[in-house]
């Protein structure tokens, strides 16, 4: 019986990047770039199993051991701090998190900031070392369109090319942290099976530094 290393990837665009780096460093699964809606794939001969999942919970497959290795971002690691072991930097998936306004907005200081975002705990850490009091407003996507409905004030959000913002009329107002993807395992995994997984992080390793 082939004894796989089962391996959570972000659906979506980074997947298919992050997926290009395991292949690279010899873990190919070429049906994952197929068209088809399979969420299981694997390749017995290298004995590797990838499974697609929401970028926002790769983490909880590896913390519970339902998968040994994953790619998550740095996001979501800083916003959840999952109980897991962070191995690599793929330095893919780069962008920043940001607080982000209106052209036109200015803060006045006097009442509590409405911020909405996906990342409460990133916004509230951020505002707190700040000392200003904000109004955290929690929502899962398309956060820019909140203050243009005055929703909110200002948004904590991911900026990657400046796209969003530039086309709804914000700018970005101060730089909160820099993100990428992370390889992450999970520690039962990595006590039982930690031969394997050095050698794909290892693996991995000479692709970032052969992209960079
Ligand atoms: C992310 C992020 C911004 C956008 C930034 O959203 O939350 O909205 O990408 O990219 P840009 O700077 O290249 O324009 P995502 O595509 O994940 O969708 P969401 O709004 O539903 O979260």
């Known amino acids: 019986m082939t004894d796989f290393i089962r391996v959570a990837l972000p659906k979506g665009r980074l997947g298919e990047k992050v997926y290009t780096m395991f292949d690279k460093a010899g873990y190919p699964c070429p049906e994952l770039m197929e068209d088809n809606r399979k969420l299981v794939l694997e390749n017995a001969e290298k004995g590797i199993r990838y499974f697609w999942v929401k970028p926002s919970d790769v983490a ?15 996001d979501v690691l800083v916003e959840n701090a999952p109980d897991v072991y962070e191995l690599l930097d793929l330095k893919v998936g780069i962008c920043q998190m940001v607080v982000a306004a209106p052209v036109t907005w200015e803060d006045t200081g006097i009442r509590a900031l409405r911020v909405a975002c996906k990342y409460p705990r990133i916004a509230a850490r951020y505002f707190e070392e700040k000392g200003r009091d904000i109004d955290i407003i929690m929502l899962n996507g398309s956060v820019e369109i909140a203050p243009l409905l005055g929703l909110s004030d200002v948004i904590v959000d991911i900026v990657e090319t400046g796209k969003t913002l530039k086309e709804n009329g914000l700018h970005v107002v101060e730089n909160i942290l820099p993100i990428s993807a992370r390889l992450i395992a999970g520690k039962t995994s990595y006590q039982f099976r930690h031969e394997r997984i050095l050698e794909m992080c290892a693996s991995l390793k000479a692709v970032v530094e052969g992209q960079t």
């Open 60 to 74: 909880v497959y590896v913390q519970r051991g339902a998968a040994d290795l994953g790619v998550a971002g740095s």
